[in-house]
Nanobody, 116 residues
Framework: QVQLVESGGGLVQAGGSLRLSCAAS????????MGWYRQAPGKQRELVAT???????NYADSVKGRFTISRDNGKNTVYLQMNSLKPEDTAVYYC??????????WGQGTQVTVSS
């Protein structure tokens, strides 16, 4: 079992920055991919960014060049640095972890609101 706890969401003006954190606990040794997803009101949950084995990264086109995902293996924490935020980035952001046993775990979500 893996438990994920997100933090760092909030309200920011357009053009501003936020950093989200996701602390993992439990069977963290089994995690091979961690990522961030988001869900805006009335929309489906979508991929934002993933990081594999703490190095290889992947981003949605909508956030490339503005968001950076990183992982601190020593702290079992993954971060999402979000710069140049836009109102369309407003959503609940979820941390996810995929394990070697092919299980997918989710955090409880953290709200990010970008005002224009």
């Amino acid at each position: 079992q893996v438990q994920l706890v997100e933090s760092g969401g909030g309200l920011v003006q357009a053009g501003g920055s936020l950093r989200l954190s996701c602390a993992a606990s439990g069977s963290t040794f089994s995690i091979n991919v961690m990522g961030w997803y988001r869900q805006a009101p009335g929309k489906q949950r979508e991929l934002v960014a993933t990081i594999i084995s703490g190095r290889s990264t992947n981003y949605a086109d909508s956030v490339k060049g503005r968001f950076t995902i990183s992982r601190d293996n020593g702290k079992n924490t993954v971060y999402l640095q979000m710069n140049s935020l836009k109102p369309e980035d407003t959503a609940v952001y979820y941390c996810a972890a995929h394990t070697s046993s092919n299980n997918l775990y989710w955090g409880q979500g953290t709200q990010v609101t970008v005002s224009s």
